[in-house]
DNA sequence: GTCTATACTGAGATAGAC
DNA sequence: GTCTATCTCAGTATAGAC
C-alpha cells in the first residue's frame, strides 16, 4: 500500500491520536483499531505505552527539526524565518483550533502525569527556542535573542490555548498580524545591525 | 474543625487535585484519601465522578467572580485593576510553574477528553474576557475593548504555559513587565478619553 | 452519613498458537 | 509478524450493614 511498516504506522496513529485524545485517554485499542492491527500484535513493537510515547515525542523532534530546516533554507531573512513560525497559527490553523497546540498540550498533560517523559516533551519546546534565539542574533538581537525567543513562543502559546478555547479564527489571524508589527518595529529599531548567514 | 460539610471538603479537594493531577488522572481514591473519608461515603455526595466536576466548575467560577468583584472595589482605576488580573501571575507564581494555568490546563484537558463539560470550563474564560473587555471600554477602547481583552487573556495563557514547561520565574516576572508597559502605551494613547466608574 | 464488601468495566500487559 | 486467549489491576459504581 503505503510501503510503510506496521511499526511507523503505529507511531503514526499514535502521534495523531495522543494529539488529538491526549496520551492517556488514548488506549491500545483505539491505536490499534487506527492501524488495523489486533491488541496483542501490539507488543511485538513496543513493550509498553512508554515506549510508544517515546517514539511518538522522537518523531515529533526530528519533523521539528526538519521543519526549522526547510525555513532556514527558504528564507534568507531571519525576520521572515520567524515570520514562518508564527504562521504555523495559520497554516495549522483548523488544528490548532480543534485540539490545541501539540506540543504545548502534551508538555501539560505529562506535567500533571508527573510523567517521566515530560522533559523529553519539553525538548521540543527548547527546539523552537533555540532556533527563534539564533534568529534574533542574525537580526543583531544578541543580547536579548533568549528573551525575545521566549516572547515569541508564549505568543504562540497563548494564541493557540485561546483559539482552542473559543474556536475564533478571526482572533488568531489578528493576534498574527498584531505579532507581525512587533516584529516589524523591532527590526526598524536596528535596522543597521543586520548581519545575515 | 473547621466547620466544612464533607461535600465542601470534597469539592475542595477534587478542585485542587483536578488542578495538579489532571481530571482523569485523579481517581475517587485519591479524593476519598485526601479528604479521609471511604470511596463509598463518596456516592452518597455525588453520584458520578462527572457531577463533581461539575461542581468543581461552579466553584471555580464563584470565586472567580469574586475575585474580581475584589479587583473592581480594590481599584477605582479600570488600568489597575487590569493590572491586578496581569499580577496574578506573579502572585500564583509557583503554582502556575508547577501545574500552569487552573483555567486553561482543564479547558485543554476537557477538550481532548471531549467532555460535556468543556463548555463549562470555557464560561471560566468568557468571565475574565468579559471583565476584561469591560475595563477596556472604561478606559475609551470602547471598539476594540473584546480584543485587547483576548490579547491580555492570551498572553497570560502563554506565560503560564512556558512557566510550567521552563519553570522560570524571571521570564514571568519579564513578562508581566513588559505587558505593564504595553498596558501604559495604550492608556497614554488616549489619556484624554478616560471615563472611570 | 459513613462504612465494608463487592460487582463491573476497561486498560495495560503476557503466553503461546499460527 | 500477527493472532486469540487470558491475566492482572485500577477505577467507577452499587448494595446493604451500621
Known amino acids: 500500500m503505503n510501503g510503510k511498516t506496521t ?55 526530528l519533523r521539528t527539526q526538519t521543519l526549522l530546516n526547510t525555513w532556514e533554507k527558504h528564507n534568507q531573512h531571519p525576520l521572515e524565518r520567524i515570520r514562518s513560525f508564527v504562521n504555523i497559527l495559520i497554516m495549522n490553523q483548523n488544528k490548532i483550533i480543534s485540539y490545541g497546540c ?55 502559546q497563548g494564541v493557540a490555548t485561546l483559539a482552542n478555547a473559543f474556536s475564533d479564527e478571526i482572533f488568531v489571524q489578528r493576534e498574527v498580524n498584531n505579532m507581525g508589527k512587533w516584529l516589524d518595529s523591532l527590526t526598524i529599531e536596528t535596522q543597521h545591525n543586520h548581519i545575515f548567514v
Chains 1, 2 share one sequence.
Open 7 to 61: 511499526r511507523e504506522q503505529i507511531i503514526e496513529a499514535a502521534d495523531r491520536l495522543f494529539y488529538q485524545q491526549g496520551f492517556e485517554h488514548t488506549s491500545f485499542a483505539d491505536i490499534s483499531q487506527a492501524v488495523n492491527i489486533s491488541r496483542g500484535n501490539f507488543y511485538y513493537h513496543f513493550k509498553s505505552k512508554d515506549e510508544i510515547l517515546d517514539a511518538v515525542i522522537k518523531l515529533r523532534f
Open 102 to 156: 501539540p506540543v504545548g498540550t502534551l508538555c501539560s498533560e505529562l506535567n500533571k502525569l508527573n510523567h517521566s517523559a515530560e522533559a523529553d516533551a519539553n525538548k521540543l519546546f527548547d527546539l523552537f527556542r533555540q532556533w527563534l534565539g539564533q534568529q534574533f542574533i542574525l537580526l543583531g538581537h544578541v543580547d536579548t535573542a533568549d528573551e525575545l525567543a521566549l516572547h515569541v513562543l508564549a505568543f504562540s
